[in-house]
């Protein structure tokens, strides 16, 4: 069995790749990519705190569904309002979309 300390680092490591992606990307496609690996991240903590902690009892794994439907619902709603935004700007480029600028 994998010890906890290790799923942690992975986690972790896991998470810091997609902050390092949100913070470092100018498109909008590889921030959206950036937040799907830090909710990845949340789900590989979720899940190993599960079977470690009370595998005899499912919390872990619906916690991890539910944040699968939020990613889900976030990459949809995301990338409907980029195409919106690239029909309309012609660009994806994070800043250059000042939209709610007059």
Do not use: H
Not at 46 to 58: D, K, S
Not at 69 to 98: C, H, M, N, P, Q
């Amino acid at each position: 069995m994998i010890p906890l300390s290790w799923l942690l680092f992975f986690a972790a490591a896991l998470f810091c790749i997609g902050l390092y992606g949100v913070l470092a990307r100018k498109n909008a496609i590889a921030i959206l990519m950036g937040i799907e690996l830090m909710l990845n991240a949340v789900n590989v903590n979720l899940v190993a705190f599960w079977r470690y902690r009370t595998p005899e009892i499912m919390a872990g794994q619906v916690f991890a569904v539910i944040v699968f439907a939020v990613a889900a619902a976030e990459v949809a709603v995301g990338l409907a309002l980029f195409i919106s935004v690239y029909r309309r700007r012609k660009t994806i480029a994070a800043d250059e979309i000042d939209m709610m600028k007059w």
